[in-house]
């Protein structure tokens, strides 16, 4: 193989590479029964997911950040976009005090389908950007 074939070849090869690798979209569209969540200091990361209504389903959030993070659910049609928003009283579900370095796995269950938005409700989290979305599909 001469060095221009070879040339041609490995830009092939890295298209292929970069091609396989996906957009930056991070997201999870496909129903599942089982979610996970990597927190970091602060974004969750895929930071959209969807599950089945009147299914039960397993989330399990990794803490790769540096501080305390939680996995808030807010009730369908409860949006906020600032943290002086949030009502303790409004959480359809909650994973929380996942602390730096640990993994923690809970089970929950939605019953009405609906776009749910996901907050981490540790005080300035949610103001520094880290939000999700749920969606439940019947």
Partial sequence: MNLRS?????????ALILSACGSDAVTSETPSESLEVTARDFSFEPNSWTVLADTEFDVTMINEGFNLHEWTVLPVGERITTEAEFDIDDIALNLDDVGAGESV??????DAPGTYQVICKINGHFDA???GELTVVE
């Fill in 129 to 131: 950007g880290m939000e």
């Fill in 105 to 110: 796995t809970r089970t929950f269950m939605l």
């Fill in 6 to 14: 070879f040339g041609r070849f490995a830009l092939g090869g890295m």
